[in-house]
């Protein structure tokens, strides 16, 4: 990995730890619904690759494609789920949960291509598996926090879209713009469908008639408050976020994949959950995001997973490197 490339997934990794925590602020202070925020954030942020790429026309017909609505709406699905889930739990948590896409990738891999790990990387996974009972068992309410089901969904969301992704007849080159522009067409389409059909349904659903009913609802998974489809605050947060970090992450992570390559990627983002708890201990000793801090259990499983997961990358790239000295 060379300096430059290091440097840029640093940058990238600092830049999503400070979305997620940015993120929880906002959903806290000003009360905003999780879901509708992440669908507008993600239509901006699609916006903003696709004026700093420069190449709309040329992806236009993305548009005609299945992959791209498959790929979209799984990466509104996924971005929402983990947006929904800070209510429950901290970033850092919310990070270390990342970790459970590893062997639900693998799974994938079993049930739709019939192509089995390594007994090599096994270990790898059962440690990431025991890291996540770990976790679980660290959150209040342990398995029936909301939380667990809203982050397996979304790195199940996760690990699809990236199948789409690779599938996609658009996406097989190496132009940096063009992946920049067809990302982009893919959210913007997506996220403004999601966002014309929640805005069509506030206008015919009523909201719970009470605040217990509410309650009620949210105490198992958040409840979609439509009205915040019309307001300002609203707008003005996700607008904000998703151009000045959704969209910037985004653009830096192609960059540092393209620079550093896929794997060495996910290496250094296996650090992302722990800069997400030193920005949300910053957050919490400046007072903008007063807190209990995960439990050292957590921080426990989290190291447990890390290890686990550099683990199976360490052993692919001996792989790769023992092929290609065959060959």
């Known amino acids: 990995m060379t300096p430059k490339g290091l440097i840029v997934c640093l940058i990238t990794m600092m830049s999503w730890a400070l979305l997620i925590v940015i993120s929880k602020?906002?959903?806290?202070?000003?009360?905003?619904?999780p879901w509708i925020f992440t669908v507008i954030q993600l239509m901006f942020g699609g916006l903003f690759l696709i004026v700093i790429s420069r190449k709309l026309g040329t992806t236009m017909q993305a548009l005609k494609s299945p992959y791209t609505w498959a790929y979209g709406f799984m990466r509104v699905l996924s971005a929402a789920c983990f947006t929904a889930s800070l209510l429950y739990i901290s970033a850092?948590?919310?990070?270390?949960?990342?970790?459970?896409?590893?062997p639900i990738s693998a799974l994938i891999f079993v049930i739709f291509f019939h192509r089995l790990p390594s007994l090599k990387e096994l270990p790898g996974h059962l440690i990431i598996i025991a890291g996540i009972a770990l976790l679980i068992l660290s959150l209040e309410g342990?398995?029936?926090?909301?939380?667990?089901?809203?982050?397996?969904?979304?790195?199940?969301?996760?690990?699809s879209s990236v199948l789409i992704a690779e599938l996609h007849p658009q996406n097989q080159g190496n132009d940096l713009q063009e992946r920049a522009s067809l990302s982009g067409v893919m959210l913007v389409a997506s996220a403004l469908t999601m966002l014309?059909?929640?805005?069509?349904?506030?206008?015919?659903?009523?909201?719970?008639?009470?605040?217990?009913?509410?309650?009620d609802l949210t105490s198992k998974l958040p409840h979609i408050e439509l009205t915040q489809v019309w307001s300002p605050t609203m707008w003005i947060a996700a607008l904000a976020v998703g151009v000045t970090l959704r969209g910037s992450s985004?653009?830096?992570?192609?960059?540092?994949?393209?620079?550093v390559g896929g794997q060495n990627y996910v290496a250094t983002f296996a650090a992302l959950p722990f800069?997400?708890?030193a920005f949300e201990l910053i957050a919490d000793k400046t007072g903008i995001?007063?807190?209990?801090?995960?439990d050292p259990a957590a921080i426990l499983a989290g190291v447990i997973m890390t290890s686990g997961s550099l683990g199976i990358i360490w052993i692919r790239q001996r792989k790769a490197k023992a092929a290609i000295a065959l060959s």
Do not use: R
Request: hydrophobic share 55%; proline share 5%; with cysteine.
């Open 250 to 259: 985004m653009f830096l992570s192609m960059q540092a994949i393209n620079l």
């Open 142 to 159: 342990t398995y029936s926090n909301p939380a667990v089901y809203l982050m397996l969904l979304c790195e199940f969301a996760v690990v």
């Open 92 to 102: 850092a948590n919310a990070g270390f949960f990342s970790f459970v896409s590893v």
């Open 289 to 294: 995001l007063p807190q209990v801090m995960p």
């Open 196 to 215: 014309i059909g929640l805005a069509t349904l506030s206008l015919f659903v009523e909201e719970p008639a009470s605040a217990q009913t509410a309650a």
């Open 275 to 277: 800069t997400s708890l």
């Open 25 to 33: 602020v906002l959903l806290l202070t000003y009360h905003l619904d």
